[in-house]
């Protein structure tokens, strides 16, 4: 749908849900090159693919709904790469939007001042640029 509006409208941005992600890159087909052929600000949320990717365990939500083992073992296995070079999954998550030049901001849903924090510190965690080679 989005991809339609961007070719036939002129909208200065629009929120991407959970389709630029560590695990779902839909977005990168088509979405995101025309957003920035087109000047289109992305704003991208559902970063954390409803908790799979801030804390990936059996029972975690994948986009609202129960994981899928196959997407949980790959949730580890992101985990894994970023556990070698000592980074939080949830800081590669919330920063891995920033990879492509039509998104502007990442929305992260919090439900405590603490999650706030965790939030703040993630975006600021510093991330080598090995690990962008590893979770390609």
């Avoid at 985990?79 to 070698?84: D, K, L, N, R, V």
Wanted: net charge negative.
């Amino acid at each position: 749908m989005l991809t339609r509006f961007a070719r036939e409208g002129d909208f200065d941005c629009f929120l991407l849900a959970g389709r630029y992600t560590l695990l779902d890159r839909s977005g990168l087909d088509e979405l995101l090159p025309l957003c920035a052929d087109k000047g289109i600000a992305v704003i991208a949320a559902g970063v954390y693919q409803s908790g799979l990717l801030a804390d990936p365990r059996p029972g975690a939500s994948d986009n609202y709904a129960p994981v899928q083992l196959q997407r949980l073992q790959r949730a580890l296995e992101l985990q894994g790469i970023c556990a070698e070079f000592g980074v939080p999954l949830r800081a590669a998550a919330v920063q891995f939007p920033f990879s492509h030049p039509a998104v502007t901001s990442v929305i992260v849903g919090v439900r405590s001042p603490e999650e706030v924090d965790d939030a703040v510190a993630m975006m600021s965690f510093p991330l080598p640029d090995a690990l962008w080679e590893r979770l390609k």
